[in-house]
């Protein structure tokens, strides 16, 4: 399987994105990464390697027949990919109990999911961006047989 310049210029630069938004929420507006009781490299790094994951599940679902049969529309499959993805995120999450703060309140689980939907959906969009954009007269996902 060989992937096209457009998936990885998408896959890695939505990774990027969602990547600092997750940095500006949890670093800059809330201030967790002071919280974390081990080394703040390496939490970044194996942050940075997750948003590359998020990313490519992103991408493989933006592309999944599903969505391509019923939302034409690049942008609007990246932003439906992208809240769904967040969502599921989300709910393992919460279910696995990962949270830098023990006062986990009503208001606070809402924010924390309004806050992971839109940073894959910041995700979708650059994927869809990508589509439109990115000119290739090959197809999306080469097969070798």
């Given amino acids: 399987m060989l992937y096209s310049f457009r998936f990885y210029l998408s896959w890695i ?3 990027v994105l969602m990547y600092v938004a997750f940095y500006f929420w949890h670093g800059v507006f809330l201030n967790d990464l002071n ?3 081990f080394s703040k490299v ?3 790094s ?6 590359l994951v998020i990313s490519f599940i992103l991408y493989r679902t933006y592309e999944s027949k599903l969505l391509s049969k019923h939302i034409s529309h690049p942008i609007l499959r ?3 990919s992208g809240f769904a993805i967040g969502f599921v995120l989300f709910s393992l999450v919460t279910v ?4 830098f703060t023990k006062n986990v309140n009503f208001t606070y689980i809402l924010a ?3 806050w992971q939907i839109a940073e894959q959906v910041i995700g979708g969009v650059v ?3 990508g589509k439109l954009i990115i000119f290739e007269p090959i197809p999306e996902l080469i097969h070798r047989d």
């Avoid at 194996?46 to 948003?51: F, G, K, R």
């Avoid at 696995?96 to 949270?99: D, E, T, V, W």
Wanted: charged share 5%; with cysteine; hydrophobic share 70%.
């Fill in 13 to 15: 630069l939505a990774a």
């Fill in 35 to 37: 919280r974390i009781s």
């Fill in 42 to 44: 390496l939490f970044l």
């Fill in 46 to 51: 194996l942050a940075a390697l997750v948003y």
């Fill in 78 to 80: 990246g932003v439906v």
């Fill in 96 to 99: 696995l109990g990962i949270s």
């Fill in 112 to 114: 924390d999911c309004a």
């Fill in 127 to 129: 994927i869809g961006l």
